[in-house]
């Protein structure tokens, strides 16, 4: 299975990071990278219309975006305590990296032929501008990918 089959694309877009304090873990990356970050926080459910393993969730997080390349970010993630794929794996796993992100077209496929390939959803939700979908990649790539699909 290559990414770029599947996918349509290789080009990782986003590093996240789960961090329980933001303002601390972003000040520390702001000053190792020389660049300041762009705070951001995810929609209410009313919007983004959130669901963690098929059922809605009022989750939320603050967020933190660092440009780093031409077409690369890091994202820190502080989740709030609803249940969400942040939440459970801030509390299983700790910080630390949680997903790489692709940039795709076509959401409904990819995360049907994702799931064929043994990469479950775990979550989704729109922004504004597009969606997004977390699939369960820990097994074989040990994190998450999260598909973005801007419209």
């Known amino acids: ?5 599947i996918l349509g694309t290789d080009q990782v877009v986003q590093i996240g990071i789960l961090v329980h304090d933001i303002e601390k873990t972003a000040k520390a990356y702001s000053e190792f990278l020389g660049v300041e970050p762009r705070f951001v926080e995810t929609d209410a459910y009313d ?28 994202e820190l993630i502080q989740p709030d305590e609803h249940p969400s794929t942040w939440r459970h794996d ?4 700790g910080e630390g990296v949680h997903h790489i992100a692709f940039t795709i077209k076509g959401m409904e496929e990819k995360v049907t032929l994702l799931t064929k390939n043994g990469m479950p ?15 369960d ?3 074989d790539l040990k994190l998450v990918l999260e598909l973005l699909e801007n419209y």
């Open 90 to 93: 801030l509390d299983q796993k």
């Open 137 to 139: 990649a820990n097994e």
């Open 47 to 74: 919007q983004a219309q959130t669901e963690y393993k098929g059922e809605p969730s009022q989750a939320r997080a603050r967020l933190a975006f660092f440009s780093v390349g031409p077409s690369l970010d890091i």
């Open 1 to 5: 299975m290559a990414v770029n089959k």
């Open 121 to 135: 959803l775990l979550q989704k939700g729109k922004y504004t501008g597009g969606e997004y979908a977390y699939m």
